[in-house]
């Protein structure tokens, strides 16, 4: 059987559109819908958060806290780890401890903006170590446009100490998807589900994400940051996000719905 991880990546989209901040601000209200969502079902989750949502909406922290769920690091301004160097790295994981203990909170986990880790960031683990952190969930073992890495295969594995949960994938022939984000929502669910029964001996994992918009169908329309401006890729960032929530329980339910946060697998994986 596998067991299903679940988190959500924390970040104002607006923040990386060119003029996301004309609109008005959602990510607030759509966590709020998430954590109720994930009451209901009685499900654990990781909120990988990014710097400006500790500074701009504490109360939004808290309640995460007070609910019970895991926080972990999500950088302080998305930008990709294979952009910047090992030290402007670790000082962002140490911007994150100290945001984190503002709220009482000690995070064991980081999540690349973008899964943005592969082969040109040699000292990625090395670094998480240094700043204290247990586990990570960076890496897209596929072939992808933006950042990628196909020859870390798809196994957690231990590396400097950290134990590292890249993204598992299905194998749709023509190319590689994980089981999150604009993939989950665009493809037919079947395909997953049919994808976690090929995985069931295999002891894996299923790790999934999504995005606090992912699920908001009344957003007012601009044109995303990260896509280069394509109108097509733009018109995927809307499709179906009535129909997400539905497609995480889908997920759930393929694996039994066993669900858990990182933090909690990863202590499994260390007993
Ligand atoms: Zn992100």
């Given at each position: 059987m596998s067991v299903l991880l679940m988190s959500l990546d924390l970040e104002?989209?607006?923040?990386?559109?060119?003029?996301?901040?004309?609109?008005?601000?959602?990510?607030?209200?759509?966590?709020?819908?998430?954590?109720?969502?994930?009451?209901?079902?009685?499900?654990?989750?990781?909120?990988?958060?990014?710097?400006?949502?500790?500074?701009?909406?504490?109360?939004?922290?808290?309640?995460?806290?007070?609910?019970?769920?895991?926080?972990g690091w999500h950088s302080s301004q998305h930008e990709p780890v294979a952009s910047i160097t090992e030290d402007q790295f670790y000082s962002d994981l140490m911007k994150g401890r100290d945001l984190a203990s503002k709220f009482g909170i000690s995070m064991l986990g980081y999540r690349a903006p973008i899964f943005s880790v592969n082969q040109s960031t040699?000292?990625?683990?090395?670094?998480?170590?240094?700043?204290?952190?247990?586990?990570?969930?960076?890496?897209?073992?596929?072939?992808?446009?933006?950042?990628?890495?196909?020859?870390?295969?798809?196994?957690p594995v231990v590396k400097d100490d950290v134990l590292e949960i890249p993204m598992p994938l299905v194998d749709l022939k023509l190319l590689k998807v994980p089981f999150g984000g604009v993939y989950l929502r665009t493809f037919p669910s079947s395909v997953f589900k049919y994808a976690v029964s090929n995985r069931k001996n295999s002891n894996l994992p299923i790790a999934t994400y999504i995005h606090p918009y992912d699920f908001d169908s009344q957003q007012e329309r601009y044109t995303h940051g990260g896509i280069n401006g394509s109108a097509f890729y733009n018109f995927l960032m809307y499709y179906n996000r009535s129909k997400m929530l539905n497609r995480i329980e889908k997920l759930a339910r393929a694996c039994s719905g066993s669900v858990l946060n990182y933090a909690d697998f990863y202590r499994k994986q260390k007993d």
């Open positions: 104002d989209a607006r923040l990386h559109s060119i003029d996301g901040m004309n609109y008005p601000s959602r990510v607030e209200k759509n966590t709020e819908a998430f954590i109720s969502f994930l009451k209901t079902k009685e499900w654990p989750c990781t909120f990988f958060t990014v710097g400006n949502i500790f500074e701009s909406y504490p109360e939004l922290i808290k309640l995460i806290r007070d609910q019970g769920f895991e926080i040699p000292w990625f683990h090395k670094t998480l170590k240094k700043a204290g952190f247990k586990y990570s969930s960076s890496i897209l073992p596929a072939a992808n446009p933006l950042f990628g890495w196909p020859e870390f295969g798809d196994r």
